[in-house]
């Protein structure tokens, strides 16, 4: 069935609250007015007022909330309406969601799903366009889950939901449009499976989210160059599908890796260390890494474009680890 | 911007002032009478609940000294007949979720002192296995959903345990416990105005014991009656001192009961006071010696003895025995942590997520 990734999405949520009365959905404006990307559209109408739960802007209280209901056994999907508000929130996710499980020593779970569009989605200006997952994944405790098709949006969302740790589900907010084949019914994306987007031999390209699809253009570039590349798509970046990449690099024994966040502490940071140590010998150029520029994001759009990966950008950073390009 | 100067010329804030001028009952509660009903079983049973607290705590701060125990320590020494009454009035079936300051309460909603100082002394056989600590005490069986660090962070938690009674349509009520060093904190404030909206059953118990660490009251809320804010978000108040057990018995029994029957949160504020520093790197010095006695007239432990005694009849020869018997159960219990195994490495490696990331010691 083609559907979009929000469709897909949607369908997830729906078939699993179909399934078990304890999942609930709560977020701002995921009932009455549908959802502010219309996620959620219809939901309301199909589950009821005692599902679908509009909350008021509170981000800190209603993920709290969620968190509280989870311990005792309810299964919660918390819509953050951008991540970037989940911020005030962040003190409910890190310093309970994710510690609660340890600091009772195991008695408690805590099946929560936390889950918005995050990244840019053009001119949205410096609070509006930020990347997360690095920040979420550098703690122990949480997954975090970034799907780039709607086929693993629907089958990572279900996985997610009936999963019993809290789930970080970073959405592509310039992915909801996006159309694919998804399969009907009970399908499931293994959490901490990666999968290759596109096969090649002369170099890898890690990617997740919307910037899978970005690489998968530079791709098409380079192919008319007749340079093979493979797009590996670790969809789920804590915990991380390593021997996926390394198996990639041990083929083409290259690696660029393409986020959409700053190279700062970012996730390309935590690859390449883990590809340098594990593929050390296999590696026939240095690691490229392709981030936006570190400053917040500026509201005009030749800046928006600049700070922000781009294909050539991509071509240049493969044909580096080929040799084929100086600097 | 012009400053109120006093006669002398210095600055005096404005709180301050009104604090000086209201020295008599600085924070304007009316003294209570003891509460009316009284059982002689049932005082008893409170009594030894909150004596073996006391004890309980005793024990961890000579271990403290001793070495034996680690990190923070935050006792709640003087204020043993809040979490005492207010758990008192609870069915094994509701919820309790507290503070850092939280080995009565674990207690109280019928854990043992052994689990407690295991745990402090951070060993496996510990509430928490050793992984959680003197702030983080869990009993999942007992319904006790911990205690938590982040001032404030926990009343949204709170209030979604409530939310799920409310989801499911059981009759279980939350108690969530905090200080008055949480009412200033935003999460304190989202997770009430969502109760107050939703209608959950849950009761708010602010442990005022007049202090957030070195800062008084009168220095963090510009309006001290804290349950004032109930009536911003439509929920029930009460307010009173703290030091009757079975007064706080009484009065957290009719919020239950609201919360029970009408699903009506309710903020309650008990008046009460610690006796030792905020933790024990601290004495306590912003307060004067006076006022530290002063309260101590009002120790709820001295307190319900001289009620046992003077309004039930109960024989000096029969407190003693059960003084004895705590004294005998916490000296066990500081035994059994000492002589209890060290936290496992299996437990904390299994306890991160259900189904663990790779290897964590690889990563
Ligand atoms: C968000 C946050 N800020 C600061 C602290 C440090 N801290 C721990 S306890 C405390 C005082 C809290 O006082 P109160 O809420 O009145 O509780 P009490 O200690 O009197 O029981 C502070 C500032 C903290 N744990 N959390
Ligand atoms: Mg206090």
């Known amino acids: ?327 | 911007m012009g400053l109120a100067s006093s006669s002398e010329g210095r600055y005096i804030p404005p709180r301050r002032r009104a604090h000086r001028a209201a020295k008599e009952d600085p924070l304007n509660v009316q003294r209570q009478e003891n509460a009316v009903a009284v059982d002689k079983k049932e005082l008893l049973a409170l009594y030894q609940q909150m004596l073996t607290i006391r004890r309980v705590e005793e024990a961890s701060a000579k271990a403290y000294a001793q070495g034996k125990i680690g990190g923070f320590l935050h006792l709640g020494i003087g204020q043993e007949s809040v979490c005492v009454g207010a758990i008192s009035a609870l069915n094994p079936t509701d919820y309790v979720v507290g503070t850092y300051r939280e080995h009565g309460h674990y207690i109280a909603k019928g854990g043992s002192a052994k689990e407690v100082l295991a745990e402090l002394y951070g060993k496996s056989t510990g509430a928490s296995g050793g992984m959680g600590g003197s702030m983080h005490l869990f009993n999942a069986k007992n319904r006790m959903l911990g205690g938590y660090g982040i001032v404030g962070g926990h009343v949204p938690l709170a209030a979604g345990v409530a939310f799920a009674s409310k989801y499911r349509g059981t009759d279980e009520v939350t108690l969530c416990f905090f200080g008055d060093g949480s009412v200033p904190q935003g999460a304190f404030h989202e997770g009430i105005s969502i109760a107050g909206l939703w209608k959950l059953p849950i009761v708010f118990i602010c442990e005022n014991n007049q202090y957030s660490m070195g800062t008084p009251l009168y220095r963090t809320l510009a309006v001290a009656d804290v349950t004032e804010r109930a009536s911003g978000y439509g929920i029930a108040r009460d307010r009173f001192e703290g030091h009757d057990v079975l007064l706080v018995k009484e009065r957290i029994a009719e919020a239950v009961e609201r919360a029970r029957k009408t699903q009506q949160p309710t903020l309650v504020e008990v008046i009460t006071y610690r006796f030792r520093g905020h933790s024990m790197s601290d004495p306590g010095n912003y307060r004067t010696k006076d006022e530290v006695e002063e309260w101590k007239k009002r120790d709820p432990i001295t307190v319900g003895r001289e009620r046992l005694i003077g309004e039930l009849k109960v024989s000096e020869d029969e407190l003693i025995s059960l003084e004895a018997a705590v004294k005998a159960e916490v000296n066990e219990a500081v035994r059994f942590a000492d002589e209890s195994p060290v936290a496992s490495e299996a437990v904390m490696w299994n306890s991160v997520l259900s189904t663990p990331d790779s290897d964590p010691r690889k990563i």
């Open chain 1, 1 to 327: 069935m083609r559907l979009s990734y929000r469709e897909a999405l949607n369908q997830a949520m729906s078939e699993e609250m179909d399934r078990d009365a304890d999942i609930f959905l709560m977020g701002e404006e995921v009932g009455h007015y549908q959802g502010a990307y219309k996620v959620s559209q219809g939901m309301l109408q199909k589950f009821g007022e005692k599902r679908v739960i509009d909350t008021p802007i509170a981000e800190c209280g209603f993920a709290g909330v969620g968190i509280g209901a989870a311990m005792v056994g309810l299964r919660p999907i918390v819509e953050f309406m951008t991540w970037n508000f989940s911020l005030v929130a962040i003190d409910q996710i890190i310093n309970t969601a994710a510690k609660v499980r340890l600091m009772s020593g195991g008695q408690f779970k805590m099946p929560i799903v936390f889950r918005g569009p995050g990244g840019a989605a053009g001119q949205l200006g410096a609070q509006h366009s930020q990347c997360f997952e690095s920040m979420y994944a550098n703690c122990p405790g949480l997954k975090v889950v970034m799907p780039s098709t709607p086929a693993d949006a629907k089958g990572l969302l279900k996985a997610a939901i009936r999963d019993d740790d809290p789930i970080i589900f970073i959405e592509g907010e310039r992915l909801y449009g996006f159309q694919g084949e998804v399969p009907e019914g009970e399908h499931l994306v293994p959490i901490g499976k990666g999968d290759i987007k596109r096969e090649g031999t002369d170099c890898t390209i890690v990617s997740w989210s919307k910037m899978v699809h970005t690489a998968l253009e530079a791709a098409e570039e380079l192919a008319k160059e007749n340079i093979s590349v493979e797009v590996v798509d670790p969809r789920t970046i804590r915990p991380l599908d390593e021997e996926m990449i390394f198996e990639s690099v041990r083929k083409t024994n290259r690696c660029v890796i393409l986020e959409e966040g700053y190279s700062f502490s970012g996730i390309g940071a935590e690859i390449a260390a883990r590809v340098q140590s594990k593929c050390f010998d296999d590696l026939d150029a240095p690691i490229e890494r392709i981030n936006r520029f570190e400053v917040p994001m500026p509201y005009a759009p030749n800046l928006e474009a600049l700070i922000t990966p781009d294909v050539p950008r991509i071509v240049a950073a493969v044909k580096r680890a080929m040799y084929l390009e100086k600097n």
